[in-house]
């Protein structure tokens, strides 16, 4: 059963569209199960009826043709009841449904089960047999169900491929449908897209067509070339240590590499339009299919061997390709996983949007995002996005979605949001130097996140009062080396500078988790739970005592730094660490540095922390609430993780108590208590934050006015008054629209993401 189902699973993600998937399925699964019927229904979204896509046994001319409504006969009864019907005689329930162009009379017995991807039911497959005695049995249910649930997300991609070509399930055209992921920075953007990947993988190389078909095909052969000759001087080399069946490797890769061979495929590709590199792409991957598929283990193992020459064909085309990546004058860059270094390389000026498969709303590229004001979707999953190369897209971030190739009411519509938020953001321009206080006298201060120099910049600009968290990876994150002692202390000075005399927190190493250092990789199995932020510098002190050492000197005759701990899970580490800093202070004024001794606090992030409020303020001199990992610790929720970004919720009741005990227990002791946290920059988050008695808030640059013209307008007993109704609600859900709500009846309701889908509301305009 198993090695039936790799073997489908394999074939059909080899398809290439989606009526060749499902025609593989149909084929198949009616062999496996030796029925006579086998077929698929697909859930149209534009009719909302189940469409007959495939099938094996019904006659074929009704493929495409016949349809039954969203809850009409079995099909749609299994869809709508989202689990398996299995019937002995299906012509006597009552939802039966004849089509006489199917040939379906023929036929009794009926096993219904349905295809569902992400809670969305995309569909139904059916099998069928003759006689009315057989039933199917546990054992075939059981398998249809796993077939179904393996073939469900390769079905999504199939279906997304056609309706970024614009085309419905039908072949129809279909303008704007929509791509859903999660929001990752808000505001819209229309640019045109630009796919960045890593190099020599050849599994994210777009699917392109050639420009100069006898350009593609010389480069191809130069990088064929080059190969060969690698793998010659390899083979010479070793020739004296390896036994002849060894050597013999080498001979297969040769041979692998004659004319007739590989190559020659990948040159007729070539000749037949698409460019070098996606041409090889598809033979490599046919081929270890091909190769995978096999029952002899021996041949199973050459798919290695295919793979390894493709991405040594890649990289020497990639190398020898001198066609600089060009950017739009608006691009969107788009990529399966988004890394500081690419928005890093994308000319100043010309970044409108960003989108991302992997990665959610509280992944750090999201919040650099944030912080730049690039409007962005995350975890765009099941989207094939190497399509989207050069393709016109509309990126919607505040709800989360993308449309490709858009119509020119969507595009109108859209360009009224972009003009109307650029309007909003003029409009705050005013209160740059008002100080943040709420109507009856309490004061708040607000500060910034920063990373990069720019931050800097943008966050004078919109009035920040110092920053409250300094992330120091971003430059390490940017190089290709640790950076020395001297860089650091470069990259700090600026920051400390641009706020002096106000505050400036600089946060330790915070590594690990969904940051990483290319040169310093760190493989884990859950990153979130291991070597992450302050295990890692007190593992490492040589890092640790060289950034400190930066920061102290950096800090010389401006005395406004502010050291903080990332991580902090046991009171032992916070201890380690003071230990390591008074010794670097000591050190630093010996050899004649005229420096104060920081300020020294902690990160609430983790849920034990929480609990020890007291024992770390004691020992400290300020606690920042990191609500981003706070969050995800307390519901354990992956942060980065776009599948269960439904359940990350900061408005969620646990992590508001949570806050509120923060917030009493470290004023109990004396010590002041700030948030740098996203939840910061959510203006009905940063009202409730406020109302519990956070003496500073920190965030990003672009979030700074919004917040504040908030906080301007209300009281704070008025915002306590909202704080103490919401912590008597059960459901994050439910304290989300109470605040919402409550921002709406102060007039804050431009604030808020769109109440409704924007594709609801472009929907409804469309129509009336
Ligand atoms: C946090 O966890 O809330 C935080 C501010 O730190 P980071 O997002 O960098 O993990
Ligand atoms: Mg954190």
């Not at 393996?150 to 970024?164: D, P």
């Not at 190493?509 to 070597?531: A, H, M, R």
């Not at 005229?594 to 929480?610: C, N, Q, S, Y």
């Not at 996203?678 to 409730?688: F, H, M, R, T, Y």
Request: charged share 25%; hydrophobic share 40%; glycine share 8%.
């Amino acid at each position: 059963m198993l090695s039936i189902l790799r073997s489908l699973v394999q074939e059909v993600n080899g398809a290439r569209d989606l009526q060749e998937a499902l025609d593989v399925i149909v084929s198949r699964v009616q062999k496996a199960m030796g029925t006579e019927v086998c077929s698929v229904y697909l859930l149209d979204p534009a009719t909302n009826r189940y469409i007959l896509m495939a099938t094996e046994g019904l006659y074929r001319k009704a493929v495409g043709k016949v349809s039954l409504g969203y809850s009409e006969g079995l099909v749609g009864l299994v869809g709508s009841r989202e689990e398996p019907i299995n019937l002995e005689d299906a012509p006597a329930h009552p939802r039966y449904r004849y089509f006489p162009e199917t040939g379906e009379e023929r036929f009794r017995s009926f096993l219904g089960v349905p295809i569902i991807h992400h809670r969305r039911v995309l569909g139904v497959l059916v099998v069928q047999q003759r006689e009315s005695s057989r039933c199917f049995d546990e054992g075939e249910e059981a398998f249809l169900v796993t077939v179904s649930a393996q073939l469900a997300g390769v079905i999504a991609h199939s279906e997304a491929t056609g309706a970024i070509s614009g085309l419905s399930l039908t072949g129809e055209e279909a303008r704007d449908v929509s791509f859903n992921g999660v929001p990752g920075a808000p505001g819209v953007a229309i640019g045109d897209g630009v796919v960045v990947y890593p190099a020599a993988d050849l599994d994210v190389v777009p699917e392109k067509p050639a420009e100069d078909i006898e350009q593609e095909l010389e480069m191809f052969r130069a990088a064929v070339k080059a190969v060969r000759e690698d793998i010659e001087r390899v083979a010479n080399r070793l020739a004296s240590q390896l036994r002849p069946e060894e050597q013999a490797l080498f001979d297969v890769y040769l041979r692998m590499l004659g004319d007739e061979a590989l190559p020659g495929e990948v040159a007729n590709q070539i000749r037949e339009g698409t460019w070098a590199q996606g041409a090889l792409k598809q033979v490599v991957q046919q081929y270890v299919r091909h190769f995978e598929m096999m029952d002899d283990h021996y041949l199973q193992e050459r798919a290695v061997d295919v793979r390894d020459l493709g991405r040594r064909l890649l990289s020497h085309l990639q190398e020898g390709d001198q066609r600089h990546l060009e950017y739009p004058a608006r691009t969107v860059l788009v990529s399966e996983e988004l890394t500081p270094a690419m928005l890093g390389e994308v000319p100043k000026g010309q970044l409108v949007g960003l989108v991302s498969v992997k990665g959610s709303s509280n992944s750090h590229v999201a919040i650099l995002a944030r912080a730049m004001g690039v409007p962005t979707v995350m975890g765009l999953v099941d989207i094939p996005v190497n399509q989207l190369d050069g393709k016109e897209l509309v990126v919607d971030g505040f709800e989360g979605q993308i449309f490709a190739s858009p119509s020119d009411d969507l595009r109108a519509f859209y360009q009224a949001i972009c003009d109307e938020e650029d309007e909003l953001i003029r409009g705050l321009e005013a209160l740059r130097d008002q100080p943040c206080e709420t109507t009856d006298g309490h004061r708040v201060s607000m500060l910034v996140n920063t990373g990069l120099m720019t931050d800097v910049v943008r966050s004078l600009s919109h009035g920040a009062e110092g920053i409250g968290l300094y992330r120091t990876e971003v430059p390490f994150m940017i190089k290709d080396r640790f950076p020395s002692e001297q860089e650091q202390r470069q990259y700090y000075r600026e920051q400390l500078e641009a706020f002096a005399p106000n505050p400036v927190t600089m946060r330790t190493l915070d590594v690990g988790g969904d940051k990483s250092l290319t040169y310093f990789p760190i493989q884990e199995e859950n990153p979130f739970l291991g070597w992450r932020g302050i295990r890692v510098t007190l593992d490492h002190p040589e890092i640790f005592l060289v950034q400190v050492r930066a920061m102290l000197k950096a800090s010389e005759g401006l005395n406004n730094l502010q050291i903080m701990l990332p991580m902090i899970s046991n009171i032992s580490e916070v201890e380690e660490s003071l230990h390591l800093i008074y010794r670097v202070y000591h050190e630093v004024r010996e050899e004649g540095y005229d420096i104060h001794m920081p300020k020294v606090g902690v990160m609430v992030e983790i849920p034990a922390a929480v609990y020890q409020i007291r024992e770390l303020a004691d020992r400290v001199d300020f606690l920042s609430v990191g609500s981003n990992d706070l969050t995800q610790y307390l519901l354990a929720v992956d942060r980065n993780n776009p599948r269960v970004a439904q359940l990350y919720h900061s408005y969620h009741p646990a992590v508001l108590q949570a806050l509120v005990r923060i917030a009493q227990d470290a004023h109990a002791v004396g010590k002041p208590v700030g948030i740098c946290g996203e939840l910061a920059g959510d203006p009905g988050g940063a009202l409730l934050l406020m109302a519990m008695g956070f003496d500073s808030l920190s965030m990003n640059a672009a979030s700074l006015p919004k917040v504040k013209s908030v906080i301007r307008s209300v009281s704070r007993e008025w915002a306590m008054q909202l704080l103490e109704d919401v912590l008597l609600l059960d459901s994050p859900h439910v304290i989300k629209s109470c605040v919402d709500l409550a921002l709406r009846n102060a007039g804050f309701g431009r604030y808020l993401r769109p109440g409704k889908s924007t594709t609801v509301a472009f929907a409804e305009k469309a129509l009336s």
